[in-house]
């Protein structure tokens, strides 16, 4: 199974930036798509950006298209999510998710099988 770790929150004002990295712990990293989510407080978990395995196509919820950026290296196993211009409703935990056997981005939680723990972000105005 494979097993995710976040990393890089934190607490940062609005306009400033966070680079957040998930690392995976199987060498089949590789073939899997993957995505970030977030979920604030009383409030739905939501998409936030995907990467198919190859890195050749991504996607972005209209919310964060423009400020974050997904990538990944498939030599580390880890994807990273750059995220700029910061404002407070960005504040939520984010986790990575992997696409267990599918290679194709989605936008879909329920695409998504394998889950990390999450790691805070806070934004302050």
């Known amino acids: 199974q494979v097993q995710l770790v976040e990393s890089g929150g934190g607490l940062v004002q609005a306009g400033g930036s966070l680079r957040l990295s998930c690392a995976a712990s199987?060498?089949?990293?590789?073939?899997?798509?993957m995505a970030w989510f977030r979920q604030a407080p009383g409030k739905e978990r939501e998409f936030v950006a995907a990467?198919?395995?190859?890195?050749?196509?991504?996607q972005y919820a209209d919310s964060v298209k423009g400020r974050f950026t997904v990538s990944r290296d498939n030599a580390k196993n880890t994807v990273y999510l750059t995220m700029n211009s910061l404002k407070p409703e960005d504040t939520a935990v984010y986790c990575c998710?992997?696409?267990?056997?599918?290679?194709?981005?989605?936008?879909?939680?329920?695409?998504?099988?394998?889950w990390g723990q999450g790691t805070q972000v806070t934004v302050s105005s």
């Open positions: 990467i198919s395995w190859s890195g050749g196509s991504t």
């Open positions: 998710a992997a696409r267990i056997y599918s290679s194709l981005a989605s936008p879909l939680r329920n695409d998504y099988r394998d």
């Open positions: 199987r060498r089949t990293f590789s073939g899997n798509a």
